[in-house]
């Protein structure tokens, strides 16, 4: 079944074949949940997320027929789901949560490696933290358009879809958000990051 597009494990799915659903989770869920997390912050909210959109996906809420990948409709759910469990968050004192350091979440995050030194390991943690805490303080629209572009991969049209925008404002957001980011970086560490802030 690993051959078979998303599109096709749906139909299977539906069709009543439980293996295609299987090959769903396993090919989505560390995606999804990577980006659900960077939305959010903390480990346990982005599982909730990632739970409501396999509960949409085995109550067969995606719509083959609507047109949308269904790549673009599952980071839709994720993101939905996001912004839902975000709201929630506002009555408390702090919209962000402090990560648990100890659970070593920030190994999941992609940065190149190309065999690094113990020294060099250390520095792309710092490196790790450091972009954590700047994508936690930057708005959240902002931080949505970077994760899905810089993390997932996603394409600009795709990008539009998800967060139901136009394409020049993804680009935007896009832009705004790299802005953001290096500059953030640059001010809070610029021995780590240099001049340039880069990732």
Same mark, same amino acid.
């Given at each position: 079944?690993?051959?078979?597009?998303?599109?096709?494990?749906?139909?299977?799915?539906?069709?009543?074949?439980?293996?295609?659903?299987?090959?769903?989770?396993?090919?989505?869920?560390?995606?999804?949940?990577?980006?659900?997390?960077?939305?959010?912050?903390?480990?346990?909210?982005?599982?909730?997320?990632?739970?409501?959109?396999?509960?949409?996906? !085995?109550?067969? $809420?995606?719509? %083959?027929? &609507?047109?949308? +990948?269904?790549?673009?409709?599952?980071?839709?759910?994720? /993101?939905? *789901?996001?912004?839902?469990?975000?709201?929630?968050?506002?009555?408390?004192?702090?919209?962000?949560?402090?990560?648990?350091?100890?659970?070593?979440?920030?190994?999941?995050?992609?940065?190149?490696?190309?065999?690094?030194?113990?020294?060099?390991? !250390?520095?792309? $943690?710092?490196? %790790?933290? &450091?972009?954590? +805490?700047?994508?936690?303080?930057?708005?959240?629209?902002? /931080?949505? *358009?970077?994760?899905?572009?810089?993390?997932?991969?996603?394409?600009?049209?795709?990008?539009?879809?998800?967060?139901?925008?136009?394409?020049?404002?993804?680009?935007?957001?896009?832009?705004?958000?790299?802005?953001?980011?290096?500059?953030?970086?640059?001010?809070?560490?610029?021995?780590?990051?240099?001049?340039?802030?880069?990732?």
């Amino acid at each position: 079944m690993n051959q078979f597009s998303d599109e096709q494990l749906v139909r299977e799915y539906y069709g009543g074949e439980k293996g295609a659903f299987t090959e769903l989770f396993n090919r989505y869920k560390l995606p999804l949940f990577n980006f659900a997390r960077r939305i959010l912050g903390n480990r346990a909210d982005a599982e909730d997320a990632l739970s409501e959109v396999f509960m949409a996906i !085995a109550t067969q $809420k995606y719509t %083959i027929e &609507a047109g949308a +990948k269904f790549s673009t409709w599952a980071y839709t759910v994720t /993101r939905n *789901a996001c912004l839902t469990s975000l709201r929630k968050q506002r009555h408390t004192l702090s919209l962000w949560r402090k990560r648990d350091q100890d659970q070593g979440e920030e190994e999941q995050w992609q940065l190149p490696d190309e065999g690094p030194s113990v020294s060099d390991q !250390a520095i792309s $943690k710092e490196k %790790i933290k &450091a972009i954590q +805490k700047a994508l936690e303080l930057m708005p959240v629209n902002l /931080r949505e *358009a970077l994760v899905l572009r810089e993390y997932q991969d996603l394409s600009y049209k795709d990008i539009a879809q998800v967060l139901g925008c136009s394409l020049d404002n993804v680009k935007v957001l896009i832009f705004r958000g790299r802005e953001f980011l290096s500059n953030h970086l640059r001010k809070s560490d610029p021995e780590l990051f240099g001049k340039e802030g880069s990732l």
